[in-house]
């Protein structure tokens, strides 16, 4: 479901220009996600702030800082109250989570069934995240799961967000 207001609990997807963006639209293309405008995925916060990953690594900043961005606000139908102070709530943990590019090919490692011994573990022990993961886990910490398809925790692009949500 898509709102124009966000909500805390919502998820923001939105455009990176340059040269980031497009290696961010490849990497969802080679992952099977498509190929469109959306390359980051933030969680809305209380107080008109949000949670987002960066290269320096995941952070709190205020709403306003998109308030000029062209951003698409969605969340999964029939999300309660409680689940989204669960969704809020969870984000606290993850200030200063490290980024890593390397995720997008460990996500197509995965999407192209190469045989990587231990990859899953790997990226688990790394815990490193990608913005849309880094929203993703979010909401298993406050037990809403997004994906049924039997992905793995974490395997999960800003495309792959809106395929499900914002369609």
Known sequence: MRHTHPQPGDIGLTQISGVTGRLIRFGQWINGDGFADYQHAFLVLPDERLLEAQPGGSRIRPLTDYADADVL????????????????????????????????????THRLRMP??????????????????????C????????FVDGRWPGYVTPMALYNILGR
Do not use: K, N, W
């Open 139 to 146: 909401y298993l910490d406050a037990g809403v799961h997004l």
């Open 73 to 108: 606000y969605v969340y999964p139908e029939g999300l309660t109250e409680q689940q989204r102070a669960g969704i809020c709530a969870a984000a606290s943990r993850y200030v200063g989570v490290p980024y890593s590019f390397l995720d997008y090919l460990a996500i197509a």
């Open 116 to 137: 990587v011994p231990g990859l899953r573990r790997y990226i688990a022990s790394t815990r490193h995240m990608i913005c849309s993961q880094l929203v993703d886990q």
